[in-house]
RNA sequence: GUGGACGUAGCUCAAUCGGCAGAGCACCUGACUGUGGCUCAGGUGGUUGUGGGUUCGAGUCCCAUCGUCCACCCCA
């Protein structure tokens, strides 16, 4: 029996993993920078954590969730999205201490869950690099992770990020929105797609973000939440625009910015990236004023954001910003004969333990194709081991990169090589 | 979850109407008996995704299944 990697998921290969640290260590880099500190968070979660914050009536939780029972009859689910399990650490360890005021900010990459039908830019094991402020109800949080995140993409190499903006309003005044909405579709319920249809019972805001055309045509003539926000959430949208003008950062208004995820308050954000096809979201976010208290803590804002590595990759990867050759390093050690193979395994052994990367030629082959190993490798050096150089307790180097050779005493030759 | 395209060597792809499974790259060996990259010569490499069916004969036609991709949907 062959066994094959299950459908959506991949395997991060070894000429692949170089792309991946570069993208890690990045953000991690801005994170320190912003001040934001890692959490890592279980792979799994009580379902019911993801099921009423996330929503019932969102797909991820109608269809995309692995949820599984454990062996104690515990209904577990692998993480489904970041920002609820690092919310729930949040509450449970008290990251916020005594000083009910102070922000915390965290950051997390990690691996995100959902049972989709898998295509290009669309797995069902996914990262996300994501960061989550909470403890601040100020936009210029807002305005500081959007920095964060266009920070991370203009580092990947990737200029044409555009940031699409909106605010859907909080528990004050979405409401009345929602009956506005309901009235003014009222007359045109029957033109709705399907799904819209049955979003017009359970959730009408979703209808604001569906792409069929009859239902766009339907919902541009319908008046916009962001003209109909309560007196708080204006003022917070407008401190927003402030501070993104104040950081230089340009936007989109996109009124049909809803986000699949309930919690959202106010502030909900895209960043999309040309030339990725269907799937051009590589990150997005929002504020959840709501969501610690829902999940049982003190009531505190928060915002955050999270973002696709693989999509960024792809998005690289269509700009053909592939990495060049790794540089050359490492010295591999050729021995000749039998008497410089057992020569060749102490001093390859010696060089670890000098901390010089040093690997052999197991086949045991000619020089020339030992030489030519080395040079596919991509070794910086090779030290020629022979019935020669044993007579004269030397060792031949040989630059990979020039061809040039030096004679090197054997007993300098750590040495040597430590500094080559 | 809906509709569609495609699965042939490690990689990229050929194979006419159903008639001997091929090329380039890569890899190995040699030309060069102790010297890589360039060149040249030779060589290894395949259950044509998998399982059935039709046929004298299937990579090719039919059915199923698995996978990849595209659009929708959703999202990152």
Redesign the pocket.
Known sequence: MRY??????NDILPDEVGQWQRAETAFRRLCKRYRYREIRTPVFEQTGLFTRTVGEE???VR??MYTFEDKGGHSLTLRA?GTAPTVRAFIENNLQGQDRERLVKLYYIAP?F?Y?????????Q?H?AGVEAIGSSNPAVDAEVIDLALAFYQEMGLEDVQLRLNSVGCPKCTPAYVETLKAALGAHVEELCP?CQRRYERNPL?IL????PACRRITEQVPKLLDMLCDECREHFEGLVAALDLLGIEYVLDPHI????DYYTKTAF??VCKGL?????????GRYDGLVEQCGGEPTPGVGF???L??VLLARKALGLEEGEPA?EGVLVAA?NDEAWAEAIKLTSELRDAGIIADLDY?R?????Q??????EGFAATV?L????LAKGVV?V??????E?QQVARTDAVEYLRNF
């Not at 973000?209 to 069929?212: G, I, L, T, Y």
């Not at 096809?277 to 976010?285: L, V």
């Not at 030489?371 to 596919?376: G, H, I, K, V």
């Open positions: 094959r990697r299950p459908r959506g998921v969102s797909d991820i269809k995309e999205e995100i959902r989709d039908r898998p295509q290009a830019g669309r797995y069902r996914h996300q799904d979703r973000d569906c792409k069929q809803v986000r699949g995820l895209e960043f096809g269907a799937q051009d979201s590589i990150g997005g976010g999270g973002i696709g693989e999509r050359r000749l086949r082959r000619s020089l020339r194709s030489l030519r190993f080395a040079n596919s020629i022979g019935e020669d150089e031949v040989r630059n990979m990169q020039t061809g050779q």
